[in-house]
């Protein structure tokens, strides 16, 4: 079983409708990360929480907001999804130099 | 200006050439740093991270990094087609985020 697990890995969705992307791990690490992916554009940092009660935006926040229900649960949610919003979206956690990925969620807004 | 400044190519290289990947970064406060490779629609994989100046060799693959010119390169030896894919420059802030440059994509000819 993988160690970071996202779901769904595939959605399609419309304009103005109420999103939530699962991340569940495995490692027992404190620090988890939501990214989103662009072509050309990287991984940018959307929320990151190093333990339950710490929650931080990212660089690109706005339109999205998260929960970490437990350690091992992050969820990404798009209140009210929008075209360019449609994305690779990331999941991970890290401990010391080691980041370890979900396989990535493909979001398509229509 | 952006935490982690990538070009993003892509570059090509020849079968047995060295390719050289090049970072910069903002935050002086940063202390860990990372170089992922990642291959189409797939999760980012960690192939090296360096913490103090200099240069770490692990294989084909060379990080050096120089904190005085917050300036962290990735050389690959003896490069292969199947090396060719993206490679993100990460790092650790001053503010303990995980945060990606856009990435270079490497392309190696046979």
């Known amino acids: 079983d993988a160690d970071v697990t996202q779901t769904p890995r595939n959605r399609i969705t419309k304009t103005g409708k109420r999103i939530m992307l699962e991340c569940s791990q495995t490692?027992?690490?404190?620090?988890m990360y939501w990214y989103r992916q662009d072509p050309g554009l990287g991984l940018r940092l959307i929320y990151y929480?190093?333990?339950?009660?710490?929650?931080n935006k990212g660089e690109i926040s706005d339109g999205y907001s998260v929960s970490r229900q437990a350690q091992a649960k992050f969820s990404l949610s798009l209140e009210s999804a929008i075209p360019n919003q449609t994305a690779l979206y990331f999941c991970?956690?890290?401990?010391?130099?080691?980041?370890?990925f979900g396989q990535g969620t493909r979001l398509t807004v229509v | 200006q952006k935490e982690v400044e990538q070009n993003s190519g892509p570059l090509s290289v020849p079968e047995g050439a060295i390719a050289s990947l090049n970072c910069t970064y903002s935050?002086?406060?940063?202390?860990?740093f990372f170089w992922y490779r990642q291959y189409s629609g797939k999760s980012p994989e960690l192939i090296m991270f360096?913490?103090?100046?200099g240069d770490k060799e692990d294989g084909r693959f060379t990080a050096q990094l120089n904190k005085a010119s917050q300036y962290v390169s990735l050389l690959i030896r003896d490069s292969q087609p199947s090396d060719s894919a993206t490679y993100l420059c990460?790092?650790?802030?001053?503010?303990?985020?995980?945060?990606f440059g856009t990435g270079t994509r490497l392309l190696v000819s046979p």
């Open positions: 990460a790092l650790i802030t001053g503010f303990q985020k995980l945060v």
């Open positions: 490692k027992g690490h404190d620090r």
């Open positions: 991970a956690t890290s401990v010391g130099e080691k980041a370890f």
């Open positions: 929480s190093f333990d339950v009660k710490d929650i």
């Open positions: 935050d002086r406060g940063s202390q860990s």
């Open positions: 360096i913490y103090s100046n």
